[in-house]
C-alpha cells in the first residue's frame, strides 16, 4: 500500500513538473513540493521521475528545431545586438542548444558590489532576507547554488564556514575590498580568512578558460545530456562579473558562451526553471519594484522577500 501510495504521489510530481516546465510557471511552492515529495519518495525516484519528464521534453524540442530547419527558418542564424540597459550592466544573448537563447549580464565591478544572502534553510541556517540598509542600493538580484544536500558545497561570511569547505570544489569568493575571484578550492585557495567575505562553492563550469568537462553539472547526476534551465557567475581576466543562464541549454553550451564574452573562472547556479532566475531592480517614490532580465526569465520579486534558498545580490557602489 505504501508503494503504490509513493507511486502516485511521484506520478503526481512528474506530471506537475512537465506543466511546469512547458507553462513557464514560476511558484517556489513548486520546488518546495518537489523537495517534501523527495523526502517522501527518495532522491533516486524523485530524479528518475525529473529525467524521464525532461527525456520527454527535449525529445519534442529536437522534433521542432528539426520542423524549423527544414522550413529553412532564418531566425535560426540571426544575430544579435548588445545592449546596455543601465550604467551598470550590459546585455548580450548567445546561442545554445537547439538554437536556444542564453541571456548574458556583463556586469562593471567598479559600480556595484556583489552580496550573498544564505537562505533560512539552505545550504545552511541564514536570514533568508537583503538586509534593510541595502535595499535602498539594490540594483540586481539572482539566485544561488545547488541545494546542500545535493553536491555539498560550502558556504562561509567573514571567514567563518556555516557549511564545510569541499575539496576540489569550484569556489567564489568576495572579498571586503569588493574584489571577485573564482577557482578550485585547495589548489587557489586553502582555508578560509576575514578578508573573505563571501564564499560560495558550486560545480567548477569554467577553469581557466576552458570548459570543466569532469563535473557532472546537474544537482544530483541527472543525465548529462539533459537540456534544462542552467544558470552560472563567471569572471573576465579584466574583472567583469558575468552572469548567464537559458532555458533548455546543456552545460557545456552555457560554457562557450560565457567563454565568448571572455569568461576565464565560472561556477554553476542554480538550475531549473523555476529554481533559478535573474531580476533587475528600479526605485521610484521611496518603493522598489523588481522585473526579470528578461522576458525569458521566472518571475524575481521573490527576493524582495524571505528566501528558504541562498541567492546573489549587487548594490549600487
Known amino acids: 500500500m505504501k508503494k503504490m501510495a509513493k507511486v502516485v504521489v511521484g506520478a503526481g510530481v512528474a506530471v506537475l513538473t512537465v506543466i511546469v516546465i512547458l507553462n513557464h510557471f514560476d511558484s517556489q511552492t513548486i520546488p518546495k513540493t518537489v523537495d517534501r515529495v523527495s523526502s517522501i519518495i527518495g532522491e533516486r525516484n524523485t530524479l528518475r521521475l525529473e529525467e524521464a519528464g525532461?527525456?520527454?521534453?527535449?525529445?519534442?524540442?529536437?522534433?521542432?528545431?528539426?520542423?524549423?530547419?527544414?522550413?529553412?527558418?532564418?531566425?535560426?542564424?540571426?544575430?544579435?545586438?548588445?545592449?546596455?540597459?543601465?550604467?551598470?550592466?550590459?546585455?548580450?544573448?548567445?546561442?545554445?542548444?537547439?538554437?536556444?537563447?542564453?541571456?548574458?549580464?556583463?556586469?562593471?565591478?567598479?559600480?556595484?558590489?556583489?552580496?550573498?544572502?544564505?537562505?533560512?534553510?539552505?545550504?545552511?541556517?541564514?536570514?533568508?532576507?537583503?538586509?534593510?540598509?541595502?535595499?535602498?542600493?539594490?540594483?540586481?538580484?539572482?539566485?544561488?547554488?545547488f541545494q546542500y544536500q545535493h553536491d555539498r558545497g560550502g558556504i562561509a561570511f567573514d571567514g567563518h564556514a556555516l557549511r564545510p569547505m569541499k575539496k576540489n570544489a569550484g569556489t567564489l569568493i568576495v572579498f571586503q575590498d569588493g574584489r571577485v575571484v573564482i577557482g578550485k578550492w585547495g589548489r587557489d585557495f586553502t582555508e578560509l580568512s576575514p578578508e573573505m567575505k563571501y564564499v560560495r562553492q558550486c560545480l567548477l563550469l569554467v577553469d581557466k578558460g576552458k570548459f570543466n568537462d569532469q563535473e557532472p553539472f546537474d544537482a544530483y547526476v541527472l543525465g548529462r545530456g539533459v537540456r534544462v534551465f542552467r544558470s552560472a557567475l563567471g569572471i573576465t581576466k579584466g574583472g567583469k562579473l558575468v552572469y548567464a543562464a537559458g532555458n533548455k541549454i546543456s552545460a557545456k553550451s552555457l560554457a562557450e558562451a560565457m567563454m565568448a564574452n571572455g569568461v576565464i573562472s565560472a561556477i554553476c547556479l542554480d538550475m531549473n526553471y523555476g529554481n533559478a532566475t535573474c531580476g533587475v531592480a528600479s526605485h521610484q517614490k521611496g518603493k522598489i519594484s523588481i522585473r526579470p532580465l528578461t522576458e525569458r526569465f521566472p518571475d524575481p520579486r521573490r527576493f524582495l522577500g524571505t528566501n528558504y534558498r541562498d541567492f546573489f545580490y549587487l548594490t549600487s557602489s
Not at 521534453?57 to 548588445?82: S, T
Not at 542548444?97 to 541556517?125: E, F, S
Open 54 to 145: 525532461y527525456g520527454v521534453i527535449n525529445f519534442l524540442d529536437e522534433k521542432r528545431f528539426a520542423v524549423k530547419k527544414d522550413l529553412g527558418n532564418q531566425a535560426l542564424a540571426a544575430p544579435f545586438v548588445r545592449k546596455k540597459p543601465a550604467n551598470f550592466y550590459e546585455l548580450t544573448q548567445a546561442r545554445g542548444d537547439l538554437d536556444a537563447i542564453i541571456d548574458i549580464a556583463i556586469i562593471d565591478l567598479d559600480q556595484v558590489d556583489l552580496h550573498l544572502v544564505c537562505g533560512t534553510r539552505d545550504p545552511a541556517k541564514g536570514s533568508g532576507i537583503i538586509p534593510v540598509g541595502d535595499k535602498d542600493r539594490l540594483v540586481m538580484a539572482f539566485s544561488g547554488g
